[in-house]
Every structure is written in C-alpha cells, then in structure tokens.
C-alpha cells in the first residue's frame, strides 16, 4: 500500500517521493529493505536528508478513557546531500535493522489487526515533509511462532491483538509500548481463568515472554490478576518441546506455583528464581490498569491448531479484507491530518 503526493511544505512544483518496501514480511531484529524512488519538480533541489521512520498506532489508557494516536518508534536516515534536478528520476535503495521489540503483524500470513507503517520524510533547502507511508508487515521470530503454534496446539484461542502505551515493570523493555495478544483460554483452563495476555519482549540475546491471566472468582474469593516472566533463547527452537514448556507456563500462571529447576534459557523463571508473579489487582504494568477488553462478533471462535498454531480467519471481528480496509483509512486519516 504506496501513498505518493506532492512535497505541501515546498508547494506545486516540488519533487515526489514514493518509497517501496522489498515484497514479503520481515522480522524484529531482521533487515528491511526497498527503494526510495524521487521524482524531481519544475527546478532543482538539494536534498539534505532522506529519513526513514518507523510507526505504530497504539492505544494509550487514561483517567477519561482510552485513546488511540501514532507513535514513532524508531528513526533511519538512509540518504541525503545531493541536488535532484528538474525532472530527474532517482532511486536510493536501503536497507535498515528493525527493532527487537517489533510488534508481529501476522501469523502464517493473516493479519492480527495491528497497524504498523514506514514514513518517508525528506529535508529539502531547510523545508520537511513526511511525504510517504507504507503498511510494514512483520512476521513472528521462531521462538515467537513456537510459542504461538504450541498455544494453539493446546487449544487456545486468538481473540485479538493490540498496542498498549506504557511499560511492564520489571523487564527489560525499550520501546515506549507494547504488543498484548488476547487469548480465549483452552477448555482445560476454562473454568480457572477468563482470558490470557501475551507479551513478547525480544533482544539479541533472548526474548522475554509475559503471560497474564485474568483469573475466575470462586463463591467466596474474587477474581483477580496473576503475571509471570520467562525466557526463553533464540537458539535450539526446532529442539525443544513447546507444547509441554508452554503447559507447564500456563499452570505456573493459574496456580501461582513457584518452578525451580527448568533448564535455563527454556522456560526458565527470569533471574533464575520464581517466576514474578502479582497477585490481586495489579499488572505489573506500570501506569496500566484494565479490566475490560475489546470484544466482537466472531472473537474468539477462530481456534487453529497443529502447524497452524494460532492462524486465524478472524481477527478483532473481522474478516482479513475489513482488516486491511482498516489500515488503509488509518494511513490516509493520518495523511489528511498532517497535510
């Protein structure tokens, strides 16, 4: 999805910039590439820089509510410091390392419903314009897909994903969000827990993996919160048995039932000890608090399991094409504003 337009800050008359991203998905900490593609106005122009910037929509909790805007969370400049002349036809090809911590767009090719974007900003004579966007795709990490493919194997279910403005205390989190996948719990859970966030939280050396329940009240109890962290390695994925790691997560998460003795770096406890774990009330989030969920026709009932994991056939309540319609207007109600 390519939106091309005049530079508004230089007026009729100035270059165009129309960036295109290399065909396929990528992944956090891999390498995106593309071209930047110039056509030169009615004179010539000194490019100063071009600049690369990476964002995400991102919902932020509040005291009046919740809210939804753009953040950018990561910035490349990949070209500038030459003069395109009237007419001239360039292209500046690139290539640029993704974050880690980069949210996953989808699973086995279908859409999780989560808008993330590449825009193209160019520096001309002293004058800035965000000239171009472009929908960025990103695909899971193995270890990510491992886990999602063992979830679904244990039957559950996807429910919707999103972005959360904030941060989870006591990890090793750098971007200024985060990625929650909402899960419907396996009919093994059912009775003990409303629902499972899920949190990845990727570096070099590892990745972090936060799982949340939303744990069911008995007669005489109410229900209450309960977080635990793992890690677990980049190395080895195709050598570990996930269904049974991810199992024994998930009844650590529900029972709230210190481990000791996991292998490290598989399903280890973070810190080599117990598993964090919060009790009634609290996330571990810092600032973030919530209780209710968003919710539609159809969540909740797209159950994959086996090779498919958690592919789904739908996401959020809709069907793949809304989703895409979805991020089509976001992009271009993002344009309207900033033009």
């Known amino acids: 999805m390519v939106f091309k337009r005049l530079l508004g800050a230089l ?24 071209q930047v593609h110039l056509v030169g106005g009615k004179a010539d122009f000194d490019i100063e820089h071009i600049t690369l910037e990476l964002v995400a929509r991102v919902e932020a909790e509040h005291e009046g509510g919740e809210s939804e805007g753009v953040v950018a969370f990561d910035r490349f400049t990949v070209g500038g410091g030459f003069r395109l002349t009237e007419g001239e036809r360039r292209s500046v090809p690139f290539s640029v390392t993704l974050p880690w911590e980069t949210p996953v767009t989808e699973l086995h090719g279908q859409s999780l419903g989560v808008v993330l974007g590449v825009r193209t900003e160019l520096s001309v004579a002293g004058a800035k314009d965000k000239g171009d966007l472009d929908q960025l795709t990103v695909a899971p990490l193995p270890a990510q897909e491992a886990v ?17 403005y904030g941060r989870i205390g006591g990890t090793g989190q750098r971007l200024p969000f985060y990625q929650e996948i909402e899960l419907v719990p396996s009919p093994a859970y059912a009775q003990q827990v ?64 210190a481990s000791y003795g996991s292998p490290a770096g598989y399903g280890a406890p973070l810190g080599g000890g117990s598993p964090a774990a919060f009790g009634a009330g ?58």
């Open 11 to 34: 007026g009729v008359g100035g270059p165009t910039v129309d960036t295109v991203l290399d065909p396929g998905p990528v992944r956090p900490g891999g390498a995106l590439t593309g």
């Open 148 to 164: 999602l493919e063992a979830l679904g194997g244990l039957g559950f279910g996807f429910r919707s994903a999103d972005l959360e």
């Open 194 to 257: 409303n629902e499972v966030e899920l949190t990845f939280l990727a570096d070099p050396g590892g990745m972090e993996v936060v799982l949340e329940a939303d744990k069911r009240g008995g007669f005489l109890s109410p229900g209450r919160d309960a977080l635990t962290r793992f890690t677990v390695s980049h190395e080895g994925v195709g050598q570990q048995d996930w269904p049974a790691i991810v199992d024994g997560w998930m009844r650590q998460l529900v029972e709230h039932r």
């Open 282 to 339: 609290g996330h571990g989030h810092d600032g973030h608090h919530h209780h209710g969920h968003r919710s539609g026709p159809g969540m909740g009932t797209a159950v994959a399991a086996g090779a498919a994991g958690l592919a789904v056939g739908v996401v959020g309540g809709m069907v793949a094409g809304e989703v895409v319609d979805e991020v089509g207007d976001f992009f271009e109600g993002d344009e309207d504003e900033e033009g």
